[in-house]
């Protein structure tokens, strides 16, 4: 089992879909078939889209999208089906920096979207370089 994730800024409407999606079929050629997605923006969604769409061509591969928060009330009515909420702990401020942390120790290789050296989509995309994961950039910072 090869795991995936991804990190992105919130906002990455240069990036087109068919380059993402590539990209990630790509990576289920090369033996990926377990993805952990974020919730908390554009990219997030982008990815979470084209990996429901791959999931027709390919059925075997695995989607979670990892929670950082527990489910509310609120939006209870949405399908849940593909979420994993992770045995993360500590004060709610930091629990997307704590759930980031948790995909990037369970991955093998990272795909990103990161146009700028700030912001939270560039710091995990380091940490996922320094702890020796293959990250691949489909923007234009070198990371």
């Known amino acids: ?10 906002e990455c409407y240069d990036l087109k879909r068919e380059i993402l999606y590539a990209s990630i079929a790509d990576l289920i050629h090369q033996g990926v078939d377990t993805f952990y ?3 908390q923006g554009y990219f997030d969604g982008m990815v979470y889209s084209c990996l429901k769409s791959l999931r ?3 059925p ?4 979670s ?3 950082a928060y527990l489910p509310t ?7 849940l ?3 994993i909420y992770p045995e993360i702990e500590g004060h709610p401020k930091y629990a997307i920096e704590r759930r980031n942390r948790w995909m990037i120790e369970m991955a093998d290789c990272c795909l990103c979207y990161i146009c700028h050296t700030w912001g939270g989509a560039y710091k995990f995309a380091r940490q996922a370089k ?14």
């Open 37 to 39: 997605v974020g919730n």
């Open 65 to 67: 999208v990892v929670l």
């Open 1 to 10: 089992m090869k795991v995936c994730t991804f990190f992105g800024h919130r």
């Open 73 to 79: 009330q609120t939006n209870e009515e949405k399908d």
């Open 130 to 143: 320094r702890k020796g994961l293959k990250v691949i950039n489909l923007g234009d910072v070198k990371l």
């Open 81 to 83: 089906s593909d979420t």
């Open 60 to 63: 075997h591969i695995r989607i």
């Open 56 to 58: 027709t061509v390919y």
